[in-house]
């Protein structure tokens, strides 16, 4: 065994499939460990070794994901069936409320529309009420006990009436949620508009498009060239 050998080896239990696997290139792992000791080569024939101890290396990682697949892919079965069982009462739940939503819908537009007709006709009255008031107080004479009560009982029905229109337009219909639309007029306008205000948000579109095309075509601005490295 060494460094590389999984926790649990040399237990009762049957090795598992990544423990075979460890097990089958422990002579392996030990010489990539001999060779990965922070000196780097300097023959052709440390590096043909290296290069061998490489090519070894890609095949023990095919293995491992193998392996890997016989442990995790019965989980993974079990996972997705269990998914599924919860998903028939999610789906189920879903339909429910949206059924549910679609009754009540209809009469939820017209109460909306009464409320609103309704939250109107109260600021037009409290609107009208300030008016009277003010021509009325406008109108009194100072020496008038009498017109001055009537001008000051105005005043305070007009206040009431406005307190009683704040109040309906807080009165609003339940189970409703805020909705966002929007529509594109045109794309040149949204281009220059995402420039001119976000310029970082288009430098970050223009760089991952070049990084995931620039191997297709060539794009003008961009310089294309080619390395060779270790693998």
Not at 176 to 192: P, W
């Amino acid at each position: 065994m060494n460094d590389m050998t999984p926790a649990g080896i040399g237990h009762n239990a049957p090795p598992s499939p990544l423990e075979d696997v460890a097990a089958k290139y422990d002579d392996h792992l030990s010489e990539v460990a001999n060779w990965t000791d922070g000196e780097p080569v300097t023959t052709e024939a440390q590096h043909d070794a290296v290069a061998s101890l490489i090519k070894t290396q890609k095949t023990y990682r095919s293995e491992l994901v193998k392996a890997g697949k016989e442990v995790t892919d019965p989980l993974h079965k079990v996972w997705k069936a269990a998914v599924a069982a919860v998903k028939v009462y999610t789906d189920r739940a879903d339909m429910e409320q949206d059924a549910l939503v679609a009754c009540v819908a209809p009469f939820k537009a017209q109460l909306i529309e009464a409320k609103r007709q309704a939250e109107r006709a109260k600021w037009e009255a409290a609107d009208k009420l300030r008016r009277e008031a003010e021509a009325k107080a406008k109108a009194a004479n100072a020496a008038d006990l009498d017109a001055q009560r009537e001008a000051h009982a105005a005043q305070q029905a007009a206040m009431d009436a406005q307190k009683a229109a704040a109040a309906a337009s807080k009165d609003k219909v339940g189970g409703l949620r805020t909705v966002h639309h929007h529509e594109i007029d045109s794309l040149k306008d949204v281009l220059n508009d995402v420039i001119a205000e976000d310029r970082d948000a288009m430098t970050a579109f223009l760089t991952a498009y070049v990084q995931s095309n620039f191997r297709k075509r060539a794009i003008k601005g961009v310089r294309t060239w080619e390395t060779k490295e270790a693998f």
